[in-house]
Each structure stands twice: as structure tokens, then as C-alpha cells.
T-cell receptor
């Protein structure tokens, strides 16, 4: 089954404790992206990757890091989480080409205390 | 910079009645327009897209959307709503010459039996 998977689905952590949210897709998509969803703000892009070893900032990259060492994986790293990073996070992927729709993972609900 | 507006936070309709979810956009150049739906505790699912051609686009689950260039709108419609259509709906736009996808804030649809 074609899918985007994320782990963990739920995470409660404390300020300053480094964490990684994994994202993997099995569709051989070139483009991958991370979003955060906050009430009333829709989805805002954090980082994106056009292909392996090619990443760039989205609209709200502060406090986040990413890497793309393999085509299928695109982990999101929070080096020192803060309470304002409490949010619902989605990973997405699509084939190269601006007219292609994105496939989304199930989401990771992160709470930073 | 592109933007998307979904003027209604909530839309309430009775089952069997027509459903409309409004979306207007602002973008430089030609737009690629998308609708996604998010059911509770799930990731976003692609519904339909407008790339070029016929202004009326048909998508999944009986939904359709009409692209209106002069009004810069892309309203989502369903002739007869079902209770199972209750969800959060997002409109998104991407310029045809760019990679960046921008989302609206979302509209919560509630269909009452």
C-alpha cells in the first residue's frame, strides 16, 4: 500500500530535550515536506526537500532541522524543543512536478511542557 | 507571495442539502489549485485539483470545484451532503512556476442528519 508513515504519532516531552520525528514514504517520491498545523492558521511549511541531499527552509523553519540522506526518509529534528513548538505535525510527499498532489502522513501530535 | 482565504470557519448543512465551501486565492501567474479533506485524527487526503482546461473539476466522494479566474475563486461543492462528509477542508494554491504550496486556514463542515 502506498503510504507516508510517521513516528511517533503522539509525543509529550519537556523543554530542551532533543527529539526526532521520523517520516518515510514508499512511493519513490522526489519531493518531501514537513508542515505544522495550528488552529486558525492552517498548515504552514517548515522545511522541504526536492531530492536526496537537497533541503530548504519553508515559512517557519526556526527551531527545526531536517536531513534527506535517503529518498524515502525525511526526519524532522527538534534540537531544543520549546512550548511554542507544541503542534500537530504532518509529513508529505509527492512526485516531482508542481501539478502533482501531495500524500500526507497520519500526523504527529507533539506537546512540549 | 501567494495566499489562500477560506472566509468561513464553519459550514453547517443538513444531510441531503447542497454543500459549498468557499476559497479565494492570490497568486502571481497561473495557479494550480487543490482541495484536501482531513477527517478526525487523520492526515489530509487529496480531493481534487485544477491545473488547466475545464473550469469544473470533479473529484473524489462526489465533490466538484469550479475555477473562476476573474473572481480568483475555487469553491468546493457537493450537490447532496452526507453526514460522513463532516470534516475539515483545506484549499491550497501553488503557482505553476514554483514549488511552494500555500494552504488556507481550513473550514470545518458539519452535516447534520
Amino acid at each position: 500500500e502506498a503510504q507516508v508513515t510517521q513516528n511517533p504519532r503522539y509525543l509529550i516531552t519537556v523543554t530542551g530535550k532533543k527529539l526526532t520525528v521520523t517520516c518515510s514514504q514508499n512511493m519513490n517520491h522526489e519531493y518531501m515536506s514537513w508542515y505544522r498545523q495550528d488552529p486558525g492558521l492552517g498548515l504552514r511549511q517548515i522545511y522541504y526537500s526536492m531530492n536526496v541531499e537537497v533541503t530548504d527552509k519553508g515559512d517557519v523553519p526556526e527551531g527545526y532541522k531536517v536531513s534527506r540522506k535517503e529518498k524515502r526518509n525525511f526526519p524532522l529534528i527538534l534540537e531544543s524543543p520549546s512550548p511554542n513548538q507544541t503542534s500537530l505535525y504532518f509529513c508529505a510527499s509527492r512526485r516531482q512536478g508542481a501539478n502533482n498532489e501531495q500524500f500526507f502522513g497520519p500526523g504527529t501530535r507533539l506537546t512540549v511542557l | 507571495a501567494q495566499s489562500v482565504a477560506q472566509p468561513e470557519d464553519q459550514v453547517n448543512v443538513a444531510e441531503g442539502n447542497p454543500l459549498t465551501v468557499k476559497c479565494t486565492y492570490s497568486v502571481s501567474g497561473n495557479p494550480y489549485l487543490f482541495w484536501y479533506v482531513q477527517y478526525p485524527n487523520r492526515g489530509l487526503q487529496f480531493l481534487l485539483k485544477y491545473i488547466t482546461g475545464d473550469n469544473l473539476v470533479k473529484g473524489s466522494y462526489g465533490f466538484e470545484a469550479e475555477f473562476n479566474k476573474s473572481q480568483t475563486s475555487f469553491h468546493l461543492k457537493k450537490p447532496s451532503a452526507l453526514v460522513s462528509d463532516s470534516a475539515l477542508y483545506f484549499c491550497a494554491v501553488r503557482p505553476s512556476n514554483d514549488y511552494k504550496l500555500s494552504f488556507g486556514a481550513g473550514t470545518t463542515v458539519t452535516v447534520r442528519a
